[in-house]
């Protein structure tokens, strides 16, 4: 079975944010417009947003927010 490792990769991320500063938000929040949602609704200026989504929206893939916006995309080949 071909795997991506995508939580592997979530997992990883999170590890590295708890030695951040900032408040993190973290958690699979669902599908494009849910996450969508959630980035709308949580202040960027002050907390990390660490998601993990299967198919995050169009909107969601071209929003930079704030400058320290950091983008992780691990997909499988089958």
Not at 37 to 47: E, G, K, P, Q, Y
């Amino acid at each position: 079975m071909v795997r991506s490792a995508s939580t592997w990769s979530y997992n990883a991320c999170r590890y590295i944010l708890q030695g951040d500063p900032w408040p993190t938000v973290a958690g699979f929040f669902g599908e494009q417009t849910q996450v969508d949602r959630v980035i709308a609704s949580t202040d960027l200026t002050a907390n990390n947003l660490l998601i993990k989504a299967h198919l995050p929206s169009e909107q969601t893939q071209a929003r930079s927010p704030v400058a320290r916006s950091k983008y992780f995309y691990v997909s499988r080949s089958a």
